[in-house]
Nanobody
Framework: VQLQASGGGLVQAGGSLRLSCAAS????????MGWFRQAPGKEREFVAT????????LYADSVKGRFTISRDNAKNTVYLQMNSLKPEDTAVYYC??????????????????WGQGTQVTVSS
């Protein structure tokens, strides 16, 4: 599967952005989907993941209550709604997918497919 992320940009602290990730192929509903991010000089970190049906989600503590992951299997797209953004949310955000996981995972190493990343910059 190929993943194309979009929706990043520059926003002031307290603002909102919605990231989208469009996937190619006709088996989108078979993939666990998720988002990771990497800030300059830092390791890549888990943000959120969503199950194949969309019925189960998992969030990093740092974004819980502010970010919402969702998916539309008819449109082959996963979303990340980001509210109450903080300067520490500044990073490149990556969309990820994996078909073999039996349950949601926060480990980047377990996701086989990665999008190209979209930059999110939050100014103070």
């Amino acid at each position: 599967v190929q993943l194309q992320a979009s929706g990043g940009g520059l926003v002031q602290a307290g603002g909102s952005l919605r990231l989208s990730c469009a996937a190619s192929g006709r088996t989108f509903s078979r993939y666990h989907m998720g988002w990771f991010r990497q800030a300059p000089g830092k390791e890549r970190e888990f943000v959120a993941t969503i199950s194949r049906s969309g019925g189960s989600t998992l969030y990093a503590d740092s974004v819980k209550g502010r970010f919402t992951i969702s998916r539309d299997n008819a449109k082959n797209t996963v979303y990340l709604q980001m509210n109450s953004l903080k300067p520490e949310d500044t990073a490149v955000y990556y969309c990820v997918a994996d078909m073999t996981l039996s349950s949601a995972s926060t480990s980047a190493a377990l996701y086989d497919y990665w999008g190209q990343g979209t930059q999110v910059t939050v100014s103070s």
